[in-house]
């Protein structure tokens, strides 16, 4: 029974609450008919500008740059116009929280420094596809960057494995097969982007060809295992990989169907493979044809 008491008590004290903050509150009988200072149309405005704000470091920047304004311009005007000290505390509470965030991002941003061949690689690649600093940093983490002087291998036919992926940074180096030129690897192309293609992430290869530096190169690298751990943990960079190295093979196979003619000087289109062994049945295989051959099974896999 005392129970019971109590809990109806607490009812009527509950109605009794929202009876006083809905039926018996004071309605507005009247509207002002001036409207509110020029500061507080701003700080509306910094409020819905502020809210547009996109993801990622930057967009965090952007909204707590301009809510934090929105704030301030809410509190000066609390002060000034309305004088109400619970109102200028709340809004000015609310920017310091918003500035101090500001100043956090933005410290996290600067702290972000790469050196100068990371640099050159996110403003000519990874920048352009919209990838963040923090993500690029993770990348970048998972490398190294590797010096290759002249006339240095840096994968020979039959020898050497298959157990990372580079990309150039500065430098060309030639690829060759049985001592024939194919082509020249430039910066901001991957090494081995064909060979990576090609195997699984179980299997165990070695490269069919050699390349070898004609100038001083530097690159970066990746090694397999660890790169394969990265895409498992984040699937944007997966994706992100998987454009870049379809793109380079693609760049790499056009590249080579610049230079491999059929009899009569026609250009062998890597578009149509039936017309070389339909047209020129009898015509014996070169190593250059056969690692075109092999390079465009690569991409089909």
Not at 2 to 14: G, P, Q, V, Y
Not at 103 to 121: D, G, N
Request: with cysteine.
């Amino acid at each position: 029974m005392k129970s019971e008491s109590n809990d109806k008590t607490a009812m009527e004290r509950n109605s009794s609450l929202w009876k006083n903050l809905i039926d018996e509150h004071p309605v507005c009988t009247t509207w002002k008919q001036e409207a509110e200072g020029a500061i507080y149309h701003l700080a509306s405005i910094f409020f819905v500008v502020g809210f547009m704000g996109g993801s990622g470091f930057f967009g965090l920047l952007y909204v707590f740059s301009l809510l934090g304004l929105g704030f301030l311009c809410s509190a000066v005007w609390a002060w000034v116009d309305v004088c109400a000290a619970d109102i200028f505390s709340w809004n000015f509470i609310l920017f310091v929280i918003c500035f101090m965030q500001f100043v956090h991002i933005a410290y996290q941003v600067r702290s972000i420094t790469f050196a100068r061949e990371f640099q050159l690689l996110y403003s000519s690649i990874f920048q352009p596809l919209g990838t963040s600093m923090p993500v690029f940093r993770t990348i970048a983490l998972s490398s190294e960057v590797v010096t290759l002087e002249k006339e240095h291998c840096y994968a020979m036919q039959g020898k050497t494995s298959i157990d990372k992926l580079s990309l150039l940074v500065s430098g060309r180096m030639r690829v060759t097969v049985d001592g024939e030129f194919l082509h020249y690897i430039f910066p901001f192309q991957f090494l081995d982007s064909p060979e990576w293609d090609s195997l699984r992430p179980t299997e165990e290869g070695i490269f069919q060809v050699t390349l070898t530096a004609e100038t001083d190169c530097r690159y970066v690298s990746w090694r397999r295992k660890k790169l394969y751990l990265l895409f498992a943990q984040h699937r944007y960079i997966s994706r992100l990989f998987s454009v870049l190295i379809g793109s380079d093979i693609a760049d790499k196979l056009y590249a080579l169907n610049d230079r491999v003619y059929v009899g009569k000087r026609y250009h062998y289109d890597i578009r149509l493979p039936n017309f070389y062994q339909i047209s020129s049945p009898e015509m014996p295989k070169s190593p250059l044809t056969e690692h075109f051959r092999n390079s465009r099974r690569y991409c089909d896999k």
